[in-house]
C-alpha cells in the first residue's frame, strides 16, 4: 500500500506542466525515501531526473518500493482537474493496476479523484554522477526562460560562455547574430541573485530547443542553476520548495555540428 | 412601433455570446410583456429559452406583437462594438425590414447605430411545462463551468448524481476516470452557496459538450440553476440580474447509449 | 560612424510592432539631424513616414549621412529581446556592411548586442507635402483602434464624414450596416480629448484594412491626428515622445470603387 498527501497539488501539476512535452510515459518510482523519477525524450537527447523526498509531503506511506508508469499526457490532463490550492492525496494498493488522485479544495467543499491505469514500462536507470563542474551559474529562473525565448527567435544553437566576469548566451542566424551577457549581482535578493563559479572559463553549445524545453519549469523555482564541465551534459537544475527538485540532462553540440 | 432602451448593453452582448455559437438564426419575440427567445440547436438536442421582461428595460414600448427575426451571428458581431457601459437602444418600425441597435456611451461622447436585415425564421414554439423536478441544484456558475470544462478533457459523458449529500459529476475515458464532488456549503455569500434539494436520488448521464456550451452563460450570472427529473430534459438556468433569465433544456442520454 | 543612443529602447519596439506587417525592407536614412524612414507597404497603397529627432536621443553622433538598408522582420526580432526599461545603443561603421544594437538593463546587470546584415534596399524619396488639410480629428488613439476593430467585422470600406458636429465612421456589410460618431470633447485631459477642426464637412472613403495596420502604433502614443482634404491621402499621425512622429498616408477610395 502506497499513500502520500501532498498540501499544495499545484506542485505536481507544475512538475507535469514541465515534462509532459518531453516525455510521454515515465515511471514514477516509489520507495520508503521518496519517489523518483527518470526518463529519457522520445529523441534520446535529454534526461529528465526527479527526485520528491518522503519528509517534503504532509504524510508518507510506503510499506515495499512499486513502480507506478504512467502516460504522462493522461496525468498532466488530470492534474489539469486540480484547483490551485487544493490537497493531493496519492493512492496506490500493491499489485494493484491503477492509481488514485484525490484532490481536496482548501474548504473541502468540492473532493475530485481520478484513477488512471497503470503502464507497464522499462524501467531504466541512468547513472547519474554527481560531478565537481568548472562552472556553476545561479541567475533567476525567469531570466533564463527570457534568453532562451528571445535567443531562440534569431537562431537555433546557443553558446554559453562563463568567466568570472559572467555568462553569455551567444546565437547566431539569418537575421543576425546576437549575445546576451549577464552578470553577477552582489546585493539584493539572494533568490534573485546571479552567481557565477567558474574554476576556468568554459564554452559549451546546446540546441536552444531542448533548453527552451527545460525553462518551462520556471514556474517550480524563482531561481535555475546550470552546471557545465567540458564534454558532459549540462545539469539545468529547478528546486522544488522542501520537496527535491528536477533536473534536466542535455549533452553539449561540438562546435563544428 | 417598439422602442426598448436597456441601461446595460453588456447583458444583451453577454447572451449573444452565450448562445449564437448553438443556434445561428432565431426570432426575438417582441410583446407588450417583453421579449423572448426560443431556439433549438442545428442537431436538435438542446433547446434554449430567453426571457427578458419589459419592467427591467428602463422604457419599453411595444404597441403590438412582432418577431426580430436576425442571424445571431451577424448580432454577435453588432454587440461586439458595443462599449462595456454603453446604453442600447433597440427600435423597430412595424412592417419594417430592418431593426437598429443605438450605442450611447456614458459620457455621450460616442453614439453608434446598427441597422440589421431582419429574416423570415419559421417561427417554433416549445412547450416548455413548469415540471416539479425531482433534483433543484444551485451552484456557483463558474464552478459548473470549471467541472465541465476540466473532465471534458477526459470524456465526453458526464455522469450527474444527485443526493442529500451533494452532486457528483463523474467522467470516464481512455486516459482514466474521475469523479468530482461538490458538497452544499451552510455559509458563506448567498449568490455563490451551494444548495442540494432533492426529493429522491437521481443519476442522469448527459453529453459534456452540450453542458459545456451551456456554461458559456457563466458571465450572466454568479450563480446557476440545475434542474433535473428522470426522463425529462435538464434545465440549466442563469439569471439575468432584474431582467429575465436564459435557460438550456438537454434530453438526458440513455445508460446504454 | 553613426551612434545613437535611446533612453527607451521601448519605442523603437513600438515603432517597429506598428510597421513591419506592412513593409518587410526600409532604409533607416541616418543625418545630423536625425533619423528618417520612408516606405510603402508591398502594394503600393500606404506610405509610411517615420522621422526621429537627434535631440531626442540621450547621444547622437552622425558625421556624415548614411543609409541602414534593413529587414524589418529580422530587426522586429531582435527588439523583441530588448527589455521594456533596456537602453539602445545603435551603432554603424562608415562603409560597415552591419549595424549593431546594444541593450543595457537599467541595473547594468545584463547587455545584450545583436548585429543585423545591412541590404541595400533603393532609396526611393516621396515628396511628402504638408498642406493646409479640411479636417483636422484628434482624438484618443484607443479609441481609433477599437472603431477599427470593431467596424471591420462588418465591412471592409469605411466612410468617415466630419463635419463641425463631430467624426462619423460608416461601414456596410452582409450582416447590416453601422455608424459610430466620436463628438468633441470640451472638458477633460487634453491628452484624450476630441477635437474636430473642420474648413467644411468633408466625406472620404477608405480601405478599413488598412487604418486598421495603422492603429498597431497606438502604443506609440494616447492621441492620434486625422488629417483628411479631398482627394489627397489621409495622415493618420502618431507623436512619439518628445523624439518624433510616425505617421501613415492612405489614399481615399473613389466611392463608386
Given at each position: 500500500m502506497f499513500e502520500a498527501r501532498l498540501l499544495k497539488a499545484n506542485l505536481l501539476k507544475k512538475i507535469l506542466e514541465s515534462i509532459s512535452t518531453l516525455v510521454e510515459t515515465a515511471n514514477f518510482d516509489c520507495s520508503p525515501s521518496g519517489i523518483s523519477l527518470q526518463a529519457m525524450d522520445a529523441s534520446h537527447v535529454t534526461l529528465i531526473n526527479l527526485i520528491l523526498r518522503n519528509?517534503?509531503?504532509?504524510s508518507y506511506n510506503c510499506d515495499r518500493s512499486l513502480s507506478l508508469g504512467l502516460s504522462l499526457v493522461s496525468l498532466a490532463k488530470i492534474l489539469k482537474c486540480a484547483g490551485n490550492d487544493d490537497v493531493l492525496t496519492l493512492k496506490a494498493r500493491d499489485e494493484a493496476d491503477t492509481v488514485t488522485f484525490v484532490f481536496e479544495s482548501p474548504k473541502n467543499d468540492r473532493i475530485s479523484d481520478f484513477e488512471i491505469k497503470l503502464l507497464e514500462i522499462k524501467n531504466e536507470q541512468y547513472g547519474i554522477r554527481d560531478s565537481d563542474h568548472t562552472a556553476v551559474i545561479k541567475m533567476p529562473s525567469a531570466e533564463l526562460q527570457r534568453i532562451c525565448r528571445d535567443l531562440s527567435i534569431i537562431g537555433e544553437i546557443v553558446t554559453i560562455s562563463a568567466d568570472k566576469q559572467g555568462v553569455k548566451f551567444s546565437v547566431s542566424g539569418d537575421s543576425g547574430s546576437g549575445n546576451i551577457t549577464v552578470r553577477p549581482t552582489s546585493d539584493g535578493d539572494a533568490e534573485l541573485a546571479t552567481s557565477v563559479d567558474v574554476k576556468e572559463p568554459i564554452v559549451l553549445n546546446f540546441a536552444l530547443k531542448f533548453l527552451t524545453h527545460f525553462t518551462k519549469a520556471t514556474p517550480l523555482s524563482p531561481s535555475v542553476k546550470i552546471s557545465m564541465s567540458d564534454g558532459v551534459p549540462v545539469v539545468v537544475e529547478y528546486k522544488i520548495e522542501d520537496l527535491g527538485y528536477l533536473s534536466f540532462f542535455l549533452a553539449p553540440k561540438l562546435s563544428d555540428e
Open positions: 519528509d517534503g509531503f504532509e
